[in-house]
Protein backbone atom coordinates (compact mmCIF):
# COMPACT_ATOMS: atom_id res chain seq x y z
CA UNK A 1 0.00 0.00 0.00
CA UNK A 2 1.36 3.49 -1.20
CA UNK A 3 2.08 5.74 1.93
CA UNK A 4 2.13 9.41 1.87
CA UNK A 5 5.28 11.07 -0.05
CA UNK A 6 7.49 13.21 2.42
CA UNK A 7 9.38 16.38 0.63
CA UNK A 8 12.45 17.15 2.62
CA UNK A 9 14.14 20.30 1.88
CA UNK A 10 17.63 19.76 3.21
CA UNK A 11 18.53 23.12 3.50
CA UNK A 12 15.88 24.43 5.33
CA UNK A 13 15.00 21.64 7.14
CA UNK A 14 11.12 22.08 5.61
CA UNK A 15 9.03 18.82 4.72
CA UNK A 16 5.85 18.86 2.96
CA UNK A 17 3.40 15.94 3.00
CA UNK A 18 2.22 15.01 -0.40
CA UNK A 19 -0.89 13.22 -0.11
CA UNK A 20 -2.60 10.75 -2.40
CA UNK A 21 -5.20 12.02 -5.37
CA UNK A 22 -8.23 10.27 -5.42
CA UNK A 23 -8.50 8.16 -8.97
CA UNK A 24 -12.00 8.23 -10.22
CA UNK A 25 -12.71 11.43 -7.61
CA UNK A 26 -14.77 14.49 -9.63
CA UNK A 27 -11.63 16.87 -10.45
CA UNK A 28 -13.77 19.84 -9.10
CA UNK A 29 -13.04 17.64 -5.59
CA UNK A 30 -9.56 16.98 -6.42
CA UNK A 31 -9.20 14.17 -7.86
CA UNK A 32 -8.39 12.64 -11.10
CA UNK A 33 -10.76 10.83 -13.34
CA UNK A 34 -10.15 7.87 -15.64
CA UNK A 35 -9.94 10.13 -18.69
CA UNK A 36 -7.45 12.28 -17.40
CA UNK A 37 -4.94 9.59 -16.14
CA UNK A 38 -5.09 8.16 -19.88
CA UNK A 39 -3.84 11.45 -21.39
CA UNK A 40 -1.36 11.55 -18.64
CA UNK A 41 -0.36 7.86 -19.07
CA UNK A 42 0.06 7.61 -22.79
CA UNK A 43 1.71 11.50 -23.40
CA UNK A 44 4.12 10.68 -20.27
CA UNK A 45 5.53 6.92 -21.10
CA UNK A 46 8.21 7.12 -18.74
CA UNK A 47 5.56 7.13 -16.12
CA UNK A 48 5.04 3.26 -17.21
CA UNK A 49 7.77 1.45 -15.26
CA UNK A 50 8.21 -0.99 -18.67
CA UNK A 51 12.41 -1.27 -17.73
CA UNK A 52 11.43 -2.70 -14.35
CA UNK A 53 9.46 -5.30 -16.56
CA UNK A 54 11.22 -5.98 -19.57
CA UNK A 55 13.95 -3.78 -20.89
CA UNK A 56 13.62 -4.93 -24.43
CA UNK A 57 10.52 -2.62 -24.33
CA UNK A 58 12.21 0.77 -22.67
CA UNK A 59 11.71 3.62 -24.43
CA UNK A 60 8.36 3.46 -25.35
CA UNK A 61 6.96 5.72 -28.37
CA UNK A 62 3.23 7.10 -27.88
CA UNK A 63 1.30 5.88 -30.95
CA UNK A 64 -2.41 6.40 -30.37
CA UNK A 65 -5.28 6.09 -28.60
CA UNK A 66 -8.49 4.08 -29.00
CA UNK A 67 -7.17 1.98 -31.30
CA UNK A 68 -9.77 -0.04 -32.76
CA UNK A 69 -10.20 -3.69 -33.54
CA UNK A 70 -12.59 -6.40 -34.13
CA UNK A 71 -11.90 -6.91 -30.28
CA UNK A 72 -12.83 -3.21 -29.06
CA UNK A 73 -10.83 -0.22 -28.84
CA UNK A 74 -7.68 -0.40 -27.01
CA UNK A 75 -6.89 2.32 -24.68
CA UNK A 76 -3.28 3.01 -25.09
CA UNK A 77 -0.75 1.56 -27.92
CA UNK A 78 3.40 2.28 -27.84
CA UNK A 79 5.87 1.42 -29.69
CA UNK A 80 9.78 1.87 -29.51
CA UNK A 81 12.91 2.02 -31.48
CA UNK A 82 13.57 -1.72 -31.56
CA UNK A 83 9.31 -2.36 -32.97
CA UNK A 84 8.04 -3.70 -29.80
CA UNK A 85 4.85 -3.20 -28.95
CA UNK A 86 3.50 -1.92 -25.69
CA UNK A 87 -0.22 -2.21 -25.02
CA UNK A 88 -1.81 -0.70 -22.57
CA UNK A 89 -5.17 -0.69 -20.30
CA UNK A 90 -6.31 1.64 -17.80
CA UNK A 91 -8.72 0.45 -15.02
CA UNK A 92 -10.04 1.84 -12.65
CA UNK A 93 -11.93 -0.84 -10.61
CA UNK A 94 -13.01 -2.13 -7.82
CA UNK A 95 -13.72 -6.23 -7.46
CA UNK A 96 -11.87 -9.29 -8.97
CA UNK A 97 -14.35 -9.72 -11.70
CA UNK A 98 -13.42 -6.62 -13.24
CA UNK A 99 -10.22 -7.26 -12.97
CA UNK A 100 -10.43 -10.59 -14.72
CA UNK A 101 -12.71 -8.64 -17.13
CA UNK A 102 -10.14 -6.28 -18.00
CA UNK A 103 -7.59 -8.61 -18.22
CA UNK A 104 -9.72 -11.21 -20.65
CA UNK A 105 -10.27 -7.81 -22.71
CA UNK A 106 -6.79 -7.02 -23.09
CA UNK A 107 -5.57 -10.94 -24.46
CA UNK A 108 -8.14 -10.24 -26.78
CA UNK A 109 -6.71 -6.95 -28.27
CA UNK A 110 -3.12 -8.71 -27.82
CA UNK A 111 -5.05 -11.73 -30.43
CA UNK A 112 -6.47 -9.39 -32.66
CA UNK A 113 -3.65 -7.31 -33.52
CA UNK A 114 -0.92 -10.72 -33.38
CA UNK A 115 -3.52 -11.51 -36.77
CA UNK A 116 -2.36 -8.51 -38.17
CA UNK A 117 0.41 -7.62 -41.09
CA UNK A 118 2.13 -4.46 -41.09
CA UNK A 119 0.63 -3.28 -43.34
CA UNK A 120 -2.55 -3.96 -40.98
CA UNK A 121 -1.00 -1.89 -38.28
CA UNK A 122 -0.04 1.17 -40.28
CA UNK A 123 -3.67 1.56 -41.50
CA UNK A 124 -5.37 1.01 -38.12
CA UNK A 125 -3.26 3.44 -36.86
CA UNK A 126 -3.77 5.45 -39.29
CA UNK A 127 -7.10 5.67 -39.51
CA UNK A 128 -6.70 6.41 -35.69
CA UNK A 129 -4.92 9.69 -35.55
CA UNK A 130 -6.39 10.74 -39.30
CA UNK A 131 -2.99 11.22 -41.21
CA UNK A 132 -1.46 9.46 -44.06
CA UNK A 133 1.89 7.67 -44.70
CA UNK A 134 3.78 5.18 -42.47
CA UNK A 135 2.40 6.85 -39.00
CA UNK A 136 3.98 4.78 -36.81
CA UNK A 137 8.11 5.34 -38.26
CA UNK A 138 6.98 8.80 -38.47
CA UNK A 139 6.43 9.20 -34.54
CA UNK A 140 9.51 6.87 -33.79
CA UNK A 141 11.70 8.94 -36.14
CA UNK A 142 10.57 12.16 -34.46
CA UNK A 143 12.21 11.25 -31.45
CA UNK A 144 14.65 8.59 -32.79
CA UNK A 145 15.67 10.28 -36.07
CA UNK A 146 18.78 7.51 -36.40
CA UNK A 147 16.35 4.38 -36.92
CA UNK A 148 16.39 2.48 -40.39
CA UNK A 149 12.94 3.03 -42.01
CA UNK A 150 13.18 -1.10 -43.52
CA UNK A 151 14.32 -1.96 -40.48
CA UNK A 152 11.77 -1.15 -38.04
CA UNK A 153 8.83 -1.98 -40.52
CA UNK A 154 10.40 -5.78 -40.00
CA UNK A 155 10.77 -5.81 -36.47
CA UNK A 156 7.36 -4.39 -36.45
CA UNK A 157 6.10 -7.50 -38.87
CA UNK A 158 8.10 -9.98 -36.64
CA UNK A 159 6.94 -8.82 -33.61
CA UNK A 160 3.28 -9.13 -34.68
CA UNK A 161 3.74 -12.53 -36.36
CA UNK A 162 4.88 -14.15 -33.35
CA UNK A 163 2.43 -12.25 -30.79
CA UNK A 164 5.59 -10.68 -29.00
CA UNK A 165 3.82 -7.53 -26.97
CA UNK A 166 4.24 -6.41 -23.70
CA UNK A 167 0.91 -6.05 -21.64
CA UNK A 168 0.15 -3.57 -18.78
CA UNK A 169 -3.16 -3.06 -17.14
CA UNK A 170 -2.32 0.03 -15.32
CA UNK A 171 -5.10 1.34 -12.50
CA UNK A 172 -5.73 2.11 -9.03
CA UNK A 173 -7.17 -0.42 -6.10
CA UNK A 174 -5.31 -3.62 -6.90
CA UNK A 175 -4.71 -5.52 -3.76
CA UNK A 176 -4.53 -9.01 -2.62
CA UNK A 177 -4.61 -11.38 -4.54
CA UNK A 178 -3.03 -10.63 -7.66
CA UNK A 179 -0.56 -13.52 -8.15
CA UNK A 180 -4.18 -15.33 -8.42
CA UNK A 181 -4.47 -12.67 -11.40
CA UNK A 182 -0.87 -14.22 -12.83
CA UNK A 183 -2.20 -17.70 -12.37
CA UNK A 184 -5.05 -16.73 -14.56
CA UNK A 185 -3.43 -15.50 -17.31
CA UNK A 186 -1.42 -18.56 -17.49
CA UNK A 187 -3.93 -20.93 -17.49
CA UNK A 188 -6.50 -19.40 -19.42
CA UNK A 189 -5.25 -17.14 -21.90
CA UNK A 190 -3.36 -19.19 -24.32
CA UNK A 191 -0.78 -17.11 -24.62
CA UNK A 192 2.42 -16.55 -24.35
CA UNK A 193 3.84 -12.61 -23.67
CA UNK A 194 4.95 -10.19 -20.50
CA UNK A 195 1.82 -8.84 -18.94
CA UNK A 196 1.95 -6.98 -16.01
CA UNK A 197 -0.29 -4.91 -13.58
CA UNK A 198 0.60 -1.82 -12.54
CA UNK A 199 -0.78 0.29 -9.59
CA UNK A 200 0.00 4.41 -10.42
CA UNK A 201 -0.13 6.80 -7.57
CA UNK A 202 -0.89 10.32 -8.17
CA UNK A 203 0.43 12.59 -5.56
CA UNK A 204 -0.09 17.00 -5.47
CA UNK A 205 2.27 19.28 -3.98
CA UNK A 206 1.72 22.89 -3.00
CA UNK A 207 2.12 24.39 -6.46
CA UNK A 208 -0.19 21.05 -7.63
CA UNK A 209 2.01 19.98 -9.49
CA UNK A 210 1.47 15.75 -10.04
CA UNK A 211 3.67 13.28 -9.09
CA UNK A 212 3.44 9.55 -10.29
CA UNK A 213 4.52 6.54 -8.32
CA UNK A 214 4.32 3.40 -10.32
CA UNK A 215 4.55 0.37 -9.03
CA UNK A 216 4.81 -3.17 -10.35
CA UNK A 217 2.52 -5.53 -8.70
CA UNK A 218 2.32 -8.76 -10.28
CA UNK A 219 4.14 -10.12 -13.90
CA UNK A 220 3.83 -13.28 -15.62
CA UNK A 221 7.48 -14.81 -16.25
CA UNK A 222 8.11 -15.74 -19.36
CA UNK A 223 11.80 -16.68 -19.99
CA UNK A 224 11.34 -17.80 -23.84
CA UNK A 225 8.68 -15.64 -25.77
CA UNK A 226 6.59 -17.95 -27.97
CA UNK A 227 3.83 -16.76 -30.66
CA UNK A 228 -0.01 -16.09 -29.79
CA UNK A 229 -1.81 -19.38 -31.03
CA UNK A 230 -4.24 -16.73 -33.32
CA UNK A 231 -1.14 -16.19 -35.35
CA UNK A 232 1.25 -18.79 -34.64
CA UNK A 233 4.22 -20.73 -36.15
CA UNK A 234 2.39 -23.87 -36.53
CA UNK A 235 4.04 -26.17 -33.22
CA UNK A 236 5.31 -28.21 -36.24
CA UNK A 237 7.45 -25.70 -36.24
CA UNK A 238 10.19 -25.00 -33.80
CA UNK A 239 10.76 -21.06 -33.41
CA UNK A 240 14.41 -21.52 -32.51
CA UNK A 241 14.50 -23.14 -35.92
CA UNK A 242 13.17 -20.07 -38.25
CA UNK A 243 15.46 -17.08 -37.33
CA UNK A 244 13.30 -14.92 -39.31
CA UNK A 245 15.67 -12.44 -40.31
CA UNK A 246 18.11 -15.13 -42.41
CA UNK A 247 15.31 -16.67 -43.91
CA UNK A 248 13.15 -13.66 -44.44
CA UNK A 249 14.39 -13.01 -48.30
CA UNK A 250 13.39 -17.10 -48.71
CA UNK A 251 10.23 -16.34 -47.29
CA UNK A 252 8.80 -13.64 -49.08
CA UNK A 253 10.13 -14.76 -52.28
CA UNK A 254 8.32 -18.27 -51.89
CA UNK A 255 5.24 -16.48 -50.72
CA UNK A 256 4.70 -14.13 -53.29
CA UNK A 257 5.09 -16.67 -55.64
CA UNK A 258 2.36 -18.66 -54.30
CA UNK A 259 0.29 -16.11 -53.70
CA UNK A 260 0.61 -13.12 -56.48
CA UNK A 261 -2.54 -13.66 -58.50
CA UNK A 262 -4.06 -16.15 -56.64
CA UNK A 263 -7.44 -17.77 -55.61
CA UNK A 264 -9.06 -20.28 -54.32
CA UNK A 265 -12.02 -22.66 -56.22
CA UNK A 266 -14.09 -21.65 -52.87
CA UNK A 267 -14.50 -18.16 -53.59
CA UNK A 268 -15.85 -17.33 -49.87
CA UNK A 269 -12.25 -17.81 -48.35
CA UNK A 270 -10.10 -15.00 -48.71
CA UNK A 271 -6.51 -15.24 -50.10
CA UNK A 272 -3.67 -13.99 -47.68
CA UNK A 273 -1.27 -11.69 -47.62
CA UNK A 274 2.54 -12.88 -48.67
CA UNK A 275 4.21 -12.95 -45.23
CA UNK A 276 8.36 -12.26 -44.28
CA UNK A 277 7.94 -15.70 -41.82
CA UNK A 278 7.60 -19.06 -42.55
CA UNK A 279 3.52 -19.32 -42.30
CA UNK A 280 0.05 -17.73 -43.73
CA UNK A 281 -2.98 -18.08 -42.69
CA UNK A 282 -6.30 -18.36 -43.69
CA UNK A 283 -8.69 -17.98 -41.26
CA UNK A 284 -12.33 -18.91 -41.06
CA UNK A 285 -14.74 -16.05 -40.02
CA UNK A 286 -16.70 -16.31 -37.47
CA UNK A 287 -15.18 -19.43 -35.70
CA UNK A 288 -14.44 -17.91 -32.02
CA UNK A 289 -12.77 -15.62 -30.36
CA UNK A 290 -10.90 -12.63 -31.83
CA UNK A 291 -12.32 -13.42 -34.97
CA UNK A 292 -11.37 -17.15 -35.32
CA UNK A 293 -10.85 -20.68 -33.64
CA UNK A 294 -10.36 -22.13 -37.37
CA UNK A 295 -7.77 -21.94 -39.32
CA UNK A 296 -5.99 -23.35 -42.37
CA UNK A 297 -2.03 -23.02 -42.46
CA UNK A 298 0.27 -22.93 -44.73
CA UNK A 299 4.05 -23.17 -43.82
CA UNK A 300 7.44 -23.59 -44.09
CA UNK A 301 9.94 -25.90 -41.95
CA UNK A 302 13.09 -26.23 -42.61
CA UNK A 303 13.83 -28.40 -39.60
CA UNK A 304 12.48 -31.81 -41.41
CA UNK A 305 12.68 -29.88 -45.16
CA UNK A 306 9.06 -29.88 -45.70
CA UNK A 307 6.54 -27.78 -46.76
CA UNK A 308 2.88 -28.19 -46.46
CA UNK A 309 -0.77 -26.83 -45.35
CA UNK A 310 -3.14 -28.14 -43.02
CA UNK A 311 -6.30 -27.12 -40.49
CA UNK A 312 -6.03 -26.36 -37.08
CA UNK A 313 -7.82 -25.06 -34.11
CA UNK A 314 -7.39 -23.75 -31.16
CA UNK A 315 -8.10 -25.63 -28.16
CA UNK A 316 -9.54 -23.04 -25.81
CA UNK A 317 -12.54 -22.41 -28.02
CA UNK A 318 -14.67 -25.95 -27.63
CA UNK A 319 -16.81 -24.88 -30.43
CA UNK A 320 -13.49 -24.96 -32.67
CA UNK A 321 -12.78 -28.24 -31.50
CA UNK A 322 -15.78 -29.83 -31.80
CA UNK A 323 -15.91 -28.76 -35.56
CA UNK A 324 -12.92 -30.22 -36.62
CA UNK A 325 -13.70 -33.55 -34.92
CA UNK A 326 -16.81 -34.04 -37.43
CA UNK A 327 -14.96 -32.24 -40.12
CA UNK A 328 -11.82 -35.33 -39.04
CA UNK A 329 -14.53 -37.99 -38.90
CA UNK A 330 -16.15 -37.18 -42.42
CA UNK A 331 -12.62 -37.16 -44.33
CA UNK A 332 -13.98 -40.56 -46.33
CA UNK A 333 -17.62 -39.39 -47.20
CA UNK A 334 -15.38 -36.15 -48.89
CA UNK A 335 -13.42 -38.51 -50.73
CA UNK A 336 -10.02 -36.61 -50.05
CA UNK A 337 -6.56 -38.16 -49.26
CA UNK A 338 -5.71 -35.59 -46.40
CA UNK A 339 -2.96 -36.81 -44.80
CA UNK A 340 -3.79 -37.18 -41.27
CA UNK A 341 -0.86 -36.41 -38.16
CA UNK A 342 -0.55 -35.05 -34.68
CA UNK A 343 1.88 -32.76 -33.42
CA UNK A 344 2.25 -31.86 -29.76
CA UNK A 345 -1.10 -33.34 -28.95
CA UNK A 346 -2.95 -31.64 -31.64
CA UNK A 347 -4.47 -33.47 -34.80
CA UNK A 348 -3.67 -31.86 -38.29
CA UNK A 349 -5.37 -32.73 -41.83
CA UNK A 350 -3.78 -31.55 -44.65
CA UNK A 351 -0.89 -32.26 -46.87
CA UNK A 352 3.09 -32.76 -45.94
CA UNK A 353 5.89 -32.79 -48.89
CA UNK A 354 9.39 -32.67 -48.46
CA UNK A 355 11.70 -30.41 -50.00
CA UNK A 356 15.42 -28.83 -50.33
CA UNK A 357 15.97 -25.99 -48.76
CA UNK A 358 17.49 -23.56 -49.31
CA UNK A 359 14.73 -22.57 -51.94
CA UNK A 360 16.46 -19.43 -52.70
CA UNK A 361 20.26 -18.79 -52.58
CA UNK A 362 22.33 -15.49 -53.02
CA UNK A 363 18.66 -13.84 -53.77
CA UNK A 364 17.73 -16.39 -56.81
CA UNK A 365 15.81 -19.61 -56.77
CA UNK A 366 17.15 -23.15 -56.42
CA UNK A 367 16.31 -25.15 -59.08
CA UNK A 368 13.46 -27.05 -56.59
CA UNK A 369 11.94 -23.53 -55.94
CA UNK A 370 9.56 -23.87 -59.28
CA UNK A 371 8.17 -27.06 -58.32
CA UNK A 372 7.57 -26.08 -54.67
CA UNK A 373 5.76 -23.09 -55.45
CA UNK A 374 3.39 -25.64 -57.55
CA UNK A 375 3.08 -27.94 -54.97
CA UNK A 376 1.64 -25.61 -52.32
CA UNK A 377 -1.01 -23.55 -54.87
CA UNK A 378 -2.14 -27.15 -55.80
CA UNK A 379 -2.73 -28.33 -52.19
CA UNK A 380 -3.51 -25.25 -50.83
CA UNK A 381 -6.42 -24.63 -53.06
CA UNK A 382 -7.28 -28.40 -52.68
CA UNK A 383 -7.29 -28.63 -48.79
CA UNK A 384 -8.88 -25.52 -48.25
CA UNK A 385 -11.82 -25.34 -51.42
CA UNK A 386 -13.02 -28.94 -50.01
CA UNK A 387 -12.87 -27.86 -45.96
CA UNK A 388 -13.81 -24.37 -46.03
CA UNK A 389 -17.28 -24.58 -47.15
CA UNK A 390 -17.62 -28.01 -44.43
CA UNK A 391 -16.34 -26.05 -41.97
CA UNK A 392 -18.75 -23.09 -42.55
CA UNK A 393 -21.57 -24.79 -42.68
CA UNK A 394 -20.66 -26.47 -39.21
CA UNK A 395 -20.52 -22.62 -37.77
CA UNK A 396 -23.87 -22.00 -39.06
CA UNK A 397 -25.41 -25.19 -37.77
CA UNK A 398 -23.56 -23.90 -33.82
CA UNK A 399 -25.67 -20.87 -34.27
Request: glycine letters at 8%.
Amino acid sequence: MHENLILVDPDGGATETLRRVALGAPVAGGGVDEAYLQELLFWFPETLPVSAIDSAYEDPVPVCRELSTRAGKLDALYVNRHGRLTLVELKLWRNPQARREVIGQLLDYAKELASWGYEDFQREVSRTLGRKGNVPFELVRERFPEVDEAEFVDNVTLHLERGEFLLLIVGDGIREGVEHIVDFVQKHSGLRFNLALVESALYRDRSDRLIVQPRVLARTEIVQRFVVEAGAIPEDVEEDEQPRFEYQQENEKFWTAVLDGYAFADTEAEVPSPSGGPTVYVRVAGSGSAGWGLSFVAFLDRGPSQIGCYLTYRKDVPTAVRIFRTVEASLEELDADFERWTTRKRARLGFRHRVAFPLVVDGRESEDFGAAVSWMRDRLDRLVSTLHARVRAEIAGSG
